[in-house]
């Protein structure tokens, strides 16, 4: 089985920094793309920022020049740095990752997420 722990959510005045970090734990064969996603209160889940096993990075338009996703594959954990952080990012934080794992004779690959982790942004 596959487990991925969120943790660095909480209360942030605005204008502060927050770090989150994520770490997938279990039979891995291998991490692909890995992301963050947010679910306000009354809103679907949208993409915050994703990074390639590679280290291409996407960011959503709302996100850009503010939050920062980086991974480290030696320990097989992605951040998301976020800066001047508005009550408009208030929401709670998933981590997504693409990963592969041995079934069988073979392999399978799939998207886990995390339980997501809360953040309250306030003015």
């Known amino acids: 089985q596959v487990h991925l722990v969120e943790s660095g959510g909480g209360l942030v005045q605005a204008g502060g920094s927050l770090r989150l970090s994520c770490a997938p734990s279990?039979?891995?064969?291998?991490?692909?793309?890995m992301g963050w996603y947010r679910q306000a209160p009354g809103k679907q889940r949208e993409l915050v920022a994703e990074?390639?096993?590679?280290?291409?990075?996407n960011y959503a338009d709302s996100v850009k020049g503010r939050f920062t996703i980086s991974r480290d594959n030696a320990k097989n954990t992605v951040y998301l740095q976020m800066n001047n952080v508005k009550p408009e990012d208030t929401a709670v934080y998933y981590c997504?990752?693409?990963?592969?794992?041995?079934?069988?004779?073979?392999?399978?690959?799939?998207?886990?997420w995390g339980q997501g982790t809360q953040v309250t942004v306030f003015s």
């Open positions: 279990g039979s891995i064969l291998r991490i692909n793309e």
């Open positions: 997504n990752a693409r990963i592969t794992t041995r079934e069988g004779l073979g392999v399978s690959i799939r998207d886990y």
């Open positions: 990074i390639s096993s590679g280290g291409i990075t």
